[in-house]
């Protein structure tokens, strides 16, 4: 039982040690280093990303200024498009994703 | 010893020169974005970091592929595709892109658009870019060069608004038609 509970206690540590904060600006895999001013998709950059993911099929991407990072979540990046924010959760340092366990607007 | 020496010396030699070969899967993996037609004749070559590029197989067609995975800004899984008269082009791309200051590579590509030092794509060559976290994911973008294209001289609107074909950039070099969907 106390061999479990050891068990169980580790396994918990270890996840928790793999989750991590990321910032970055919510931006699309199409241009996450391109800057937008010039590409007339919208007057913004938040205008231009979600042009990019609604009319091109562009994926939302953490740009953190050297590394876009693939979101496993693709809904909640919609309403920080643009934005620099932090994003809580794994990643899966081969495929450059971040399984998404939180975002917030970064202050 | 006299002996053992020239035995540690070939199998020093064998490795080194299966290490130097191409490992098949490169030259897969940077051709997944070249249409099928095109493949089997395609170019494949690896950027260096100085800006210059060694051909990994040596094409019979005008298609150039390369792998940009791991390169600044992009996804684990991107490669790309395009006419070999751009490589001077997407060379000096790259010098830009590893600027990773987003103001002071603007005003870099800002100046040399406006001297005159920007090297221009071949007009109406394609861009074909497959990125995503890995293979199996990835999406495909085709971009056709246009550069110095507007939507006066063109025909087609230089900006998405009315959902069609539409020219990004217009009036630049980096001036290229965009098509919904991909």
């Given at each position: 039982?106390?061999?479990?509970?050891?068990?169980?206690?580790?396994?918990?540590?270890s996840?928790?040690?793999?989750?991590?904060?990321?910032?970055?600006?919510?931006?699309?895999?199409?241009?996450?280093?391109?800057?937008?001013?010039?590409?007339?998709?919208?007057?913004?950059?938040?205008?231009?990303?979600?042009?990019?993911?609604?009319?091109?099929?562009a994926?939302?991407?953490?740009?953190?200024?050297?590394?876009?990072?693939?979101?496993?979540?693709?809904?909640?990046?919609?309403?920080?498009?643009?934005?620099?924010?932090?994003?809580t959760?794994?990643?899966?340092?081969?495929?450059?994703?971040?399984?998404?366990?939180?975002?917030?607007?970064?202050? | 010893?006299?002996?053992?020496?020239?035995?540690?010396?070939?199998?020093?030699?064998?490795?080194a020169?299966?290490?130097?070969?191409?490992?098949?899967?490169?030259?897969?993996?940077?051709?997944?974005?070249?249409?099928?037609?095109?493949?089997?004749?395609?170019?494949?070559?690896?950027?260096?970091?100085?800006?210059?590029?060694?051909?990994?197989?040596?094409?019979t067609?005008r298609?150039?592929c390369?792998?940009?995975?791991?390169?600044?800004?992009?996804?684990?899984?991107?490669?790309?595709?395009?006419?070999?008269?751009?490589l001077?082009?997407?060379?000096q791309?790259?010098?830009?892109?590893?600027?990773?200051?987003?103001?002071?590579?603007?005003?870099?590509?800002?100046?040399?658009?406006?001297?005159?030092?920007?090297?221009?794509?071949?007009?109406?060559?394609?861009?074909?870019s497959?990125?995503?976290?890995?293979?199996?994911?990835?999406?495909?973008?085709?971009?056709?060069?246009?550069?110095?294209?507007?939507?006066?001289?063109?025909?087609?609107?230089?900006?998405?608004?009315?959902?069609?074909?539409w020219?990004?950039?217009?009036?630049?070099?980096?001036?290229?038609?965009?098509?919904?969907?991909h």
């Amino acid at each position: 039982m106390r061999l479990i509970s050891c068990l169980l206690a580790v396994a918990a540590l270890s996840a928790a040690q793999g989750t991590q904060t990321f910032r970055g600006t919510i931006t699309d895999n199409m241009c996450a280093k391109g800057g937008h001013s010039q590409m007339r998709m919208g007057p913004t950059d938040a205008d231009c990303t979600l042009a990019c993911v609604a009319a091109h099929d562009a994926t939302y991407v953490l740009y953190d200024g050297r590394d876009a990072y693939t979101l496993s979540d693709q809904k909640t990046p919609e309403k920080f498009a643009g934005q620099e924010v932090n994003v809580t959760g794994t990643l899966d340092a081969k495929t450059k994703t971040i399984r998404v366990e939180s975002m917030s607007p970064a202050r | 010893m006299i002996r053992v020496v020239p035995v540690v010396l070939g199998v020093l030699a064998i490795s080194a020169s299966a290490w130097a070969q191409t490992p098949p899967d490169t030259i897969e993996r940077a051709l997944a974005a070249a249409p099928r037609q095109m493949r089997e004749g395609a170019t494949v070559i690896k950027w260096k970091p100085d800006f210059t590029y060694e051909t990994l197989k040596k094409g019979t067609n005008r298609l150039v592929c390369y792998d940009r995975s791991g390169d600044p800004g992009e996804q684990a899984f991107a490669v790309q595709c395009t006419s070999v008269g751009n490589l001077e082009r997407v060379a000096q791309n790259r010098r830009f892109e590893a600027e990773t200051d987003k103001v002071k590579k603007q005003a870099a590509l800002d100046a040399a658009e406006a001297n005159g030092s920007r090297v221009k794509p071949e007009f109406g060559s394609v861009f074909y870019s497959l990125d995503g976290a890995d293979q199996a994911s990835a999406r495909l973008h085709t971009t056709i060069a246009v550069p110095g294209a507007t939507a006066a001289s063109l025909g087609l609107p230089d900006n998405p608004k009315e959902g069609g074909a539409w020219i990004m950039n217009a009036g630049t070099t980096t001036a290229h038609i965009m098509t919904p969907g991909h």
